[in-house]
Every structure is written in C-alpha cells, then in structure tokens.
T-cell receptor, first 112, second 112 residues
C-alpha cells in the first residue's frame, strides 16, 4: 500500500483558497487518490477522488501531477466550516480488498 | 436517502467483556468496512464485508469479528475487551467494493 505524506497543520484565511498538498511518491498505476475530511471526531466525509486527470466537484478541486507522485486538494473559498482534519489516501487493492490506509492528515484551520 | 447509521453512539464496557456494534449501510450499498480510530490518530482498517462475505482484514486479532446480513447491515463484535480497544469505531458503506466509501458518525467505545 502506498504511503502518503501531508503537512501536520495549515492555516487559511476565510474566503481565500486553501491548497492542501500530499506526496505519494510510491503510488502504482492503478491506485486512486482519495480525499476525506473529519470534523470534531465525526465520521470522515468524502470529498473527491481521481486517478490521473484533474477533478472538480461542488466541494473541491483535485490536481494530480503528471508523474502522479503528488496531488493538491483545493478548497476555492474556504469558510470557517471547512476547519477539519484532511486525509489524503492512496487506495489500492490487496487480493480484491479495496481498503483505505489513513495517515495522520493535515489539520486545516480557517481563520476569520 | 438515509446515510450510514451506527448504534449505539457511546458505550462504556469493562475489561474482559464483549461488545457488539451495529451499522446500517446506505441504501443500495452492498459493501461495509469497519475502522478503529484511536484518539489523535487516523482510522485503521479492521475488515470489510462484501455481499455477506468477509473481503479482507487488517492487522487486528481474531477477537475482532463481524457479520453482514442479507440487507447488508453489519455488526462488529469484540471479545475479551482490553483497555486499548477504547476508540471511535467507524463503519463505512459503498455501492460496491471498488467505489468510494461513505462513513457513519461512529460509536465511541470506552473500556475501563
């Protein structure tokens, strides 16, 4: 299973874009990058995922480098409610099991 | 559409006891995964059930066991509770085992 490396914490001003980086240099060709966030020990919330193309949905954009060794989650206009721990996960499959290997994530604090 | 639900919300048990946690998957989802999240850590994969069969297991001892029912709801059973089993237990369901997982709110288990 590929490992991911994220900064421990980041601050972002309310209304500005939050750019959360993730390194996954050992990612394999068929492994997807997933992003989740967790607020106040609630269940993690799915944000977005991608394989090699950039992706955008109503919550965020995901930019994956051409060599797929790193990615960036972009929250275009951060609000106070975006304060959370953000997890970057590389999801592969082991013997047909699709499991998530979580790291310790990035604690994003959005400042008023 | 009802999301993933878990019961109970909180639970206090004594060391050596047994506990059963329950999860109702999101409508139409046939896969349930269970995770353990210790304080300050990312969730750790326990096991996954796909169409009522165990479909992979993480690094947890056999006293952690589970079931998935024909309606795809699931149970996590833990025997001979230890103090280190104190954690937030998360259940996640997905439309199929290769799709993104949606998490429930979790059950907070305290072992004294």
């Amino acid at each position: 299973d590929a490992k991911t490396t994220q900064p421990t914490s980041m601050d972002c001003a309310e209304g500005r874009a939050a750019n959360l980086p993730c390194n996954h240099s050992t990612i394999s060709g068929n492994e997807y990058v997933y992003w989740y966030r967790q607020i106040h020990s609630q269940g993690p919330q799915y944000i977005i995922h991608g394989l090699k193309n950039n992706e955008t949905n109503e919550m965020a954009s995901l930019i994956i480098t051409e060599d797929r060794k790193s990615s960036t989650l972009i929250l275009p206009h951060a609000t106070l409610r975006d304060t959370a721990v953000y997890y970057c996960i590389v999801r592969g499959t082991t013997s047909g099991t699709y499991k998530y290997i979580f790291g310790t994530g990035t604690r994003l604090k959005v400042l008023a | 559409e009802t999301g993933v639900t878990q019961s109970p919300t909180h639970l206090i048990k004594t060391r050596g006891q047994q506990v059963t946690l329950r999860c109702s998957s999101q409508s139409g989802h046939n896969t349930v995964s269970w995770y353990q999240q210790a304080l300050g850590q990312g969730p750790q994969f326990i096991f996954q059930y796909y169409r009522e069969e165990e479909n992979g297991r993480g690094n947890f001892p056999p006293r952690f066991s589970g079931l998935q029912f024909p309606n795809y709801s699931s149970e996590l059973n833990v025997n001979a509770l230890e103090l280190d089993d104190s954690a937030l237990y998360l259940c996640a369901s997905s439309w199929d085992h290769a799709y993104e997982q949606y998490f429930g709110p979790g059950t907070r288990l305290t072992v004294t």
